[in-house]
């Protein structure tokens, strides 16, 4: 069936350095990606979104970049801070309010 | 922004035994909420939708009889975890979406079968 994964399940980046996490989804129908920050036995946090008529968006720290072409998603975090180590999951729409997730990213950040 | 609540934050059940786990919008209405399972490192697998005022949809391969679930209002869906076993332990988190491009999570909850 069609999914949302993710090619890294872990990272391990040096406190200042930039975070890249990607992602690979399979439903070229999908018109909004979403990219979410989940701290050990908390729910999932909102961090950025694309919609599919886009390829780059940026916020606070953070990038995100949408390939549609090989179907591919990234988030990129600047300057990486120790607060920043969580799992880190994309999620894809389908339909109006239906998220499915890919399989997570856990960022590790080094001191 | 929009707040998502869930009650219990854990529960230790014996096996055989039912659980119910409620999921609260604080802030606003929701007609939709939707509830995940997470098992240790992995990602969030939808479980069911729940509708307020009609049946919950469910995903295929989840039983509808072993986890029912009821959207009493529009601020509050509880999934029911009727004879737990083992093999129900895991994490239960439900979301809710304040409206079309947004979803917020609740805390979770850690539900331990013995």
């Known amino acids: 069936g069609e999914s949302v994964g993710l090619h890294l399940p872990t990272l391990s980046v040096q406190e200042g350095d930039n975070s890249i996490i990607n992602c690979a989804y399979s439903?070229?129908?999908?018109?909004?990606f979403i990219w979410y920050k989940q701290e050990s036995g908390k729910g999932p946090q909102f961090i950025i979104d694309?919609?599919?008529?886009?390829d780059k968006r940026q916020g606070q720290r953070v990038t995100v970049l949408l390939n549609k072409t090989v179907k591919h998603l990234s988030l990129q975090i600047a300057a990486t801070q120790p607060g920043d180590s969580a799992v880190y999951f994309c999620?894809?729409?389908?339909?109006?309010?239906?998220?499915?997730f890919g399989t997570g990213t856990r960022l590790k950040v080094l001191a | 922004g929009a707040v998502v609540s869930q009650h219990p934050s854990w529960v230790i059940c014996k096996s055989g035994t039912s659980v119910k786990i409620e999921c609260r919008s604080l802030?606003?209405?929701?007609?939709?909420m939707f509830w995940y399972r997470q098992f240790p490192k992995q990602s969030l697998m939808l479980m069911a939708t729940?509708?307020?005022?009609?049946?919950?949809?469910?995903e295929q391969g989840v039983e509808k009889d072993k986890f029912l679930i009821n959207h009493a209002s529009l601020t509050l869906s509880t999934l029911t975890v009727t004879s737990a076993h083992p093999e129900d332990s895991s994490f239960y988190i439900c979301?809710?979406?304040?409206?079309?491009?947004?979803?917020?999570f609740g805390p979770g909850t850690r539900l331990t079968v013995l």
């Open positions: 979301s809710a979406p304040p409206a079309a491009n947004e979803q917020f």
């Open positions: 439903n070229s129908a999908s018109d909004y």
């Open positions: 694309i919609r599919s008529n886009m």
């Open positions: 999620a894809e729409r389908r339909g109006t309010y239906k998220y499915i």
């Open positions: 802030d606003f209405q929701a007609t939709t």
């Open positions: 729940s509708n307020e005022g009609s049946k919950a949809t469910y």
